[in-house]
């Protein structure tokens, strides 16, 4: 190495300090005191519902008016009764249960419960399975 020049240290000093506190430090029973002792300003703030078991606008909103206002019967479509029966029907002429046709199709045995019984949403890729595995046309033309 000789022949290079003088040997420098071009190094910066690196200084670590601590982050600066958050929202919630800020707010430390401590640190609010500690502010106290140095002569700092605190601005201290009551909030309207703190410590009730209160939702913040208790009163009736607009929205809550109009959705008690509202008449109208929303409802899901569910299984028509020709569906019912016509799964029903297939099924039985399969000498099927209703276990069988769910492992057939890879649903759950409540699935076919449920569209034998009206109480399900129709999927179309459900009712669909359910033709191929009982050879049968359950959906009507429309």
């Known amino acids: 190495m000789a022949g ?11 200084v670590i300090r601590k982050k600066a506190p958050n929202a919630a430090a800020k707010k430390d029973e401590k ?8 002569g700092a300003e605190i601005e201290s703030v009551k909030k309207s519902n703190a410590g009730t078991n209160r939702a913040a606008s208790s009163s009736t909103s607009l929205n809550t008016r109009k959705l008690d206002d509202e008449t109208e019967n ?3 479509d569910r ?4 569906l019912k029966k ?4 297939a099924r039985m002429d399969k ?9 057939i199709i890879n649903e759950k045995p409540q699935i076919i419960q449920e569209y034998e019984s009206g109480k399900a949403i129709p999927n179309q890729q459900i ?4 033709e191929r595995a ?5 959906r009507a033309k429309k």
Not at 127 to 130: D, Q, R, T, V
Request: net charge positive; glycine share 6%.
């Open 79 to 82: 299984v028509p009764t020709e």
């Open 95 to 103: 000498k099927l249960t209703q276990a069988q046709l769910a492992q």
């Open 31 to 38: 640190v609010v005191n500690a502010a106290r002792r140095a």
């Open 4 to 14: 290079i020049g003088p040997l420098t240290q071009d190094w910066e000093p690196v």
């Open 127 to 130: 009712i669909g399975k359910l």
């Open 134 to 138: 009982l050879g049968a046309k359950l």
């Open 86 to 89: 016509a799964i029903m029907q």
């Open 74 to 76: 929303l409802a899901h």
